[in-house]
């Protein structure tokens, strides 16, 4: 099992970026597929980018590529989402999720695991 705790969200002007940290405890975190996904108000729960390192493979959601950038630090168990010239539509909870190698998809359902969310806020 992997415990998820994000952290790093905030308030910020359309424009700007955020860091946003998962810490990953248990097992080693290379051993999951890992992916962040984000849920504004009222909607569900959306895909905005996953990696595999097993299958050496990141997606991104067409709305993000180019501005968000996933990255880690094994030695710290944790996962970044590196979120640059971001935009009001970007408000929302930010969840960290992960799976078993090779399992990760698009699709929220395929992860096992999830934190409890960060909330970003872009101002106008």
């Known amino acids: 099992q992997v415990q998820l705790v994000e952290s790093g969200g905030g308030l910020v002007q359309a424009g700007g970026s955020l860091r946003l940290s998962c810490g990953a405890s248990?097992?080693?975190?290379?051993?999951?597929?890992m992916a962040w996904f984000h849920q504004a108000p009222g909607k569900e729960r959306e895909f905005v980018v996953t990696?595999?390192?097993?299958?050496?493979?990141?997606k991104y959601a067409s709305s993000v590529k180019g501005r968000f950038t996933i990255s880690s630090d094994n030695a710290k168990n944790t996962v970044y989402l590196q979120m640059n010239n971001l935009k009001p539509e970007d408000t929302a909870v930010y969840y960290c999720?992960?799976?078993?190698?090779?399992?990760?998809?698009?699709?929220?359902?395929?992860?096992?695991?999830w934190g409890q969310g960060t909330q970003v806020t872009v101002s106008s």
């Open positions: 248990g097992r080693t975190f290379s051993r999951y597929d």
């Open positions: 999720a992960a799976t078993e190698a090779g399992w990760g998809t698009e699709h929220a359902v395929s992860y096992n695991y």
């Open positions: 990696v595999s390192w097993r299958r050496n493979t990141t």
